[in-house]
């Protein structure tokens, strides 16, 4: 250490010398002089000189950092030249990305769609759909149709029943694969929409190794060494990655390594699902529910590819055409199959469904559950039965195996966590299904909008008892519809409802081919998926807060769904927090009191309170809550969720025929108490999330896009105009909607803006 040019003491210290050093730029010689020994000198150094040193050391890190900045974005922007010049003309990159010393996020280079494009369609037949023979290239991003699947199980179901009389063979299952009803092949395949521009010399990786070295996945950066991803063998598709997915993984992954790993999990791991749901389909506007084949099959590729082949003469097909032959050609017996109740329905067989009067009153028995009692009767209904692939055993085969976990139940839904500062977070996206962050506001609107919308009419069609919740239903409030800046949708249902829910719709696809929706119909596919602990009513845990989905499988959005169940309030455990929650359903001013009483000012005063004495009104509000609880319990009054959000049978009792993004959908009869306790606020705030409230236009405005005013008002004047007067008939006592009315489609979705795109630039 003696011969170290920069030892010194407190005593002899010159901070001149480190003047020299910031004049003569070597700040990084400055700030080792500060660094060398500090523990040792800190500790015995006056306070004045740890201020200076603290000053010299604030100023020199600043101008540090912003000396790297500089380099940096030096760097960055040389590097972007490079990327873009050698994209231009089509020559590949002739170095690694890794020179740059880390992974570079790619921007989504998918085309961003004019709002205005929802005002445009231009006179096209868009309910045609072009069944093209079966390739690789057909599933590229370029060609994939959503409604392709749907047509070719419409058509294929048309051939079926048209030769026995409109009735299916006891045995029928539909085939199905993944790869048709994803786009798949524009996920795993590197293509001008994405990154394919900036990929290594080699053209694609092909292993688990190569995988993470390009994006850079390793356990130190990551948290993960992505122990779920194995290299197999298997006849691939050119480009095609040779790894499969076993499992999600929850620790944050580059964006695009995101979308590729839930892609890899569907094309090999994914099971299909149990059954196929067409929404609209018969001649009453039931639903028709089809089994699916258990194992993935190629059948249906087939199929398609035969009557490509057999219809040169006619290479379109209208969807529409195929819906109303179909629902014309249907002659199920109604007797059987719309029973009564669902819970009748003992196995999955071809039937349609229509339960569109559930009712506005709930009884009690409907929040009520228990699982030893379900228990037994799932086991005396399955011997009956008899049956291994029953509706009944199935469910109990899936409470025993997670009973033997001891009730320490491991997260079920998994989001794509998505690495990058700059990026959002994607904990709003299903791992499976993430595309990608490539929707602008308004195309996230129009996802959510089909999605919503389709969640309503299969939850009125299976019968279940649900309604919308928590921001949803504050979106509701102001206008009847979503918050601009919501990512998910948020509905409630009894826990009765949840159990037919699982038992008998678990695991599958819905499509809405609704005839009304005109050339929106068959755009969306939606996964129902069911927590496999569903059966348990406690928090536990807390990994499980959310009972089940309802998913879009073009991008990973979806509807959260929770159940309410009675509250016994002897078993439950409850936080500060959770029990104050508690307290403000019994009394909304609760919170109000509870600062009071720890208010150390004896003169503050709470209104509405003649008692000064603290303790007298701990005491007394204790023993309110204790009654409050008794009497709940009592009268099995009291309902929670997983997530402990209590509500009293009085405020979700009763529920309100409304609309909600222009179709039927019920709200609790007390809504505005449960918003006044959730989001306290929230009824009267006019400013939030970057948006203001325009209640000419009725319309949550962007403040940096108000332009978008005119065309967002022009698409929902009708729906919201109608809320309005629905809000003003509630608030003066009257019943509010009571049709079964609903709007069409008033946004168009991204994919049918490119389509429309796509199109015009064909003609």
């Given at each position: 250490?003696?011969?170290n ?19 003569t ?57 490079v ?56 599933m ?44 798949l ?44 991803c ?56 039931e639903?028709?529910?089809l ?77 009520q ?6 228990l ?5 209904r ?9 509706l009944?055993a ?69 019968g ?12 509701w ?167 402990n ?41 006019k ?5 203001f ?44 909607i ?26």
């Amino acid at each position: 250490m003696s011969g170290n040019p920069f030892l010194f003491s407190p005593s002899n210290f010159d901070f001149s010398g480190l003047d020299h050093y910031r004049s003569t730029d070597k700040d990084h010689l400055a700030l080792d002089v500060l660094d060398y020994d500090k523990n040792h000198f800190f500790s015995r150094n006056s306070p004045s000189l740890k201020s200076r040193i603290h000053f010299y050391r604030h100023k020199l890190t600043t101008r540090k950092q912003i000396g790297l900045f500089n380099g940096r974005l030096k760097l960055f922007v040389l590097a972007l030249f490079v990327l873009i010049t050698f994209s231009a003309i089509h020559i590949p990159i002739p170095f690694s990305l890794d020179i740059l010393g880390y992974h570079v996020k790619y921007l989504p280079l998918r085309e961003k769609v004019d709002p205005e494009e929802a005002l445009h369609l231009h006179g096209l037949d868009l309910s045609v759909t072009e069944l093209p023979f079966f390739n690789d290239d057909m599933m590229s991003e370029f060609n994939y149709d959503p409604r392709l699947p749907t047509a070719l199980i419409l058509k294929l179901v048309l051939d079926h029943i048209s030769v026995r009389n409109g009735t299916f063979d006891a045995k029928f299952k539909v085939p199905f694969n993944w790869k048709l009803w994803v786009d798949l092949h524009s996920r795993l395949v590197p293509s001008d929409s994405w990154y394919n521009r900036f990929r290594l010399p080699s053209g694609r990786f092909e292993t688990c190794d190569e995988f993470k070295r390009f994006f850079g996945i390793t356990k130190n950066r990551f948290g993960t060494d992505l122990d779920n991803c194995v290299d197999i063998e298997y006849d691939a598709p050119e480009g095609y990655p040779k790894f499969k997915v076993l499992h999600a993984e929850d620790k944050a992954l580059p964006y695009e390594a995101r979308i590729i790993y839930g892609a890899s999990y569907l094309y090999h791991e994914a099971q299909n699902p149990k059954r196929l749901i067409f929404l609209g389909l018969g001649k009453s506007n039931e639903s028709l529910i089809l089994p699916v084949e258990a194992n993935d099959s190629s059948n249906l590729m087939q199929f398609n590819h035969e009557y490509a082949r057999s219809s040169n003469d006619q290479p379109f097909v209208s969807l529409e055409e195929l819906v109303k032959k179909v629902s014309l050609t249907l002659n199920l017996n109604n007797d059987k199959v719309l029973p009564i109740n669902e819970l009748d329905v003992i196995k999955d067989t071809p039937r349609l469904m229509n339960h569109n009067n559930q009712g506005l009153s709930i009884d009690k028995s409907s929040f009520q559950w228990d699982l030893e009692r379900e228990l037994q009767l799932l086991e005396h209904r399955t011997s009956q039965v008899n049956d291994v692939e029953g509706l009944d055993a199935s469910i109990y085969s899936t409470i025993q195996c997670e009973m033997r976990s001891m009730y320490d139940f491991s997260k079920y839904f998994h989001e794509s966590k998505v690495s990058g500062k700059y990026l959002p977070s994607g904990e709003h996206y299903d791992w499976r299904f993430f595309n990608g962050f490539y929707l602008s506001q308004q195309e996230n609107l129009a996802v959510l909008h089909r999605l919503g919308r389709a969640w309503l009419r299969f939850s009125r069609a299976a019968g279940l008892h649900t309604w919308i919740a928590h921001g949803t239903l504050l979106g509701w409030y102001w206008n009847g519809l979503i918050l601009p800046w919501d990512q998910d949708l948020d509905v409630q249902m009894t826990v009765q409802s949840l159990y037919l829910l699982g038992r008998n719709f678990n695991s599958s696809l819905v499509t809405d081919v609704s005839i009304e929706d005109g050339y929106s119909s068959a755009l969306g596919h939606y996964y129902i998926d069911v927590g496999s602990s569903f059966f348990v009513r406690d928090k536990l845990n807390g990994n499980n807060a959310i009972d089940a989905r309802f998913v879009d499988t073009e991008t990973g959005l979806y509807v959260d769904i929770t159940a309410l169940a009675f509250t016994d309030h002897l078993k439950l455990k409850l936080t500060t927090k959770e029990k104050v929650e508690l307290q403000k359903v019994m009394d909304p001013n609760v919170k109000e009191k509870l600062q009071w009483i720890k208010n150390k000012d004896s003169t503050a005063t709470l209104p509405g309170v003649i008692e000064t004495d603290r303790n007298k009104v701990s005491d007394a509000l204790e023993k309110q809550f204790h009654d409050f609880k008794f009497d709940n319990f009592v009268n099995k009054e009291l309902f929670h969720c997983r997530n402990n959000h209590f509500y009293k049978y009085g405020e979700v009792g009763r529920l309100r025929s409304t609309m909600f993004e222009g179709v039927p959908a019920l709200i609790p009869f007390e809504f505005e108490s449960i918003l006044k306790r959730e989001y306290p606020k929230g009824l009267t705030l006019k400013h939030f999330s970057n948006h203001f409230w325009d209640p000419a236009n009725r319309l949550w405005v962007p403040e940096k896009k108000k332009k978008i005013r005119h065309i967002e008002f022009s698409l929902t004047k009708e729906v919201t105009e109608s809320h309005k007067k629905e809000l003003a008939q509630i608030h003066g006592n009257e019943t509010g909607i009571t049709s079964d009315f609903a709007y069409s489609p008033f946004r168009i979705d991204p994919w049918l803006s490119r389509y429309r795109k796509k199109m015009t630039r064909s003609q």
